[in-house]
């Protein structure tokens, strides 16, 4: 077949392709397009808006099926949730926002992921934007790690430093690791203190931080003006009603519990 045969070939493809009355020439705008990037340090928002990010639990492969961990870090009071979840469905992600959503004290406003498909998908787009209140969902700046820096550092002090690095590769080992979540958040948020930067500085080529004293995520809520008393009421209640105690030995053998059972492989 000769070239110019083929020119006209393909241009009898085309033309049939072309839109007729009733169709749309516009093409569909790329989902990342729609949803904004997020850049740079956030600007004092209200509580309700966090940085999320999901931890793989695979060892040192990623070949295979294994679990997965979703937390949130609410960057006004840095009051974290946890979920767990079997692998990085889009379905399973936006079950664990939802468990996520559940937990927090106050509403949720607006969610800042990096730009992972388990994240930025439309199921997640649509049940943002249906929510009430709506969820803001935004996105860093791709190989910015920096935009992401409470959640990166989040990831290890609240789930690497419990469950490691090895791979989990049992589905049954999620529920468990939901309750040991359940656990975690409460410990975590209403008794362990840490530091937040409130100023950064450039100096040279070097940066300087400013950092408030250390306090739990309880006590940032109680101190913050746009948290109403309700809200304050119903966790000083349950404040009350809490053993850290009690509560590091229930983590622990819940630990124990999930290594024990052989669900994972450190391969």
């Known amino acids: 077949m ?23 020439s516009t093409k569909p705008s790329a989902l990342k397009e729609i949803i904004p990037v997020r ?5 004092n928002p209200l509580p309700g808006n966090g940085e999320i990010d999901s931890v793989a639990h695979c060892g040192v492969t990623l070949i295979g099926d294994y679990a997965y961990s979703v937390q949130c870090t609410d960057v006004a009071t840095l009051w974290m949730c946890l979920a767990a979840q079997w692998n990085k469905g889009q379905i399973a992600t936006l079950e664990s926002i939802k468990r996520i959503e559940s937990h927090l004290p106050f509403p ?26 709506p969820v ?52 975590v948020n209403f008794f362990l203190p840490s530091e937040k930067c409130v100023a950064k500085e450039h100096i040279g080529s070097k940066y300087r931080r400013r950092y408030d004293l250390a306090q739990t995520a309880y006590r940032r809520v109680l ?37 024990a059972e052989k669900s994972f492989n450190s391969r």
């Not at 000769?2 to 749309?24: D, E, H, T």
């Not at 349950?238 to 519990?257: F, G, H, S």
Request: aromatic share 10%; net charge positive; glycine share 4%.
């Open 136 to 187: 803001l969902l935004t996105r860093i700046r791709p190989y910015h790690k920096n935009d992401h820096a409470r959640i990166e550092q989040k990831n290890y002090v609240n789930i690497r430093q419990w469950l490691g690095y090895v791979r989990i590769e049992n589905p049954k080992m999620v529920c468990k690791m939901n309750r040991l979540y359940d656990l975690l958040e409460d410990f």
């Open 2 to 24: 000769s070239a110019i045969s083929v020119k006209r070939r393909i241009a009898k493809f085309r033309r049939a392709r072309r839109p007729g009355k009733g169709f749309s």
């Open 108 to 133: 949720l406003l607006g969610l800042d992921p990096d730009s992972g498909s388990e994240f930025i998908n439309w199921n997640t787009k649509e049940w943002c934007d249906t929510h009430i209140p």
């Open 39 to 43: 850049r740079g340090p956030w600007e």
């Open 223 to 259: 101190a913050h003006p746009a948290i109403g008393s309700v809200v304050k009421e119903r966790l000083t209640a349950k404040y009350a009603t809490l053993n850290p105690k009690q509560m590091k030995r229930q983590i622990d053998q819940l630990v124990t519990e999930i290594f």
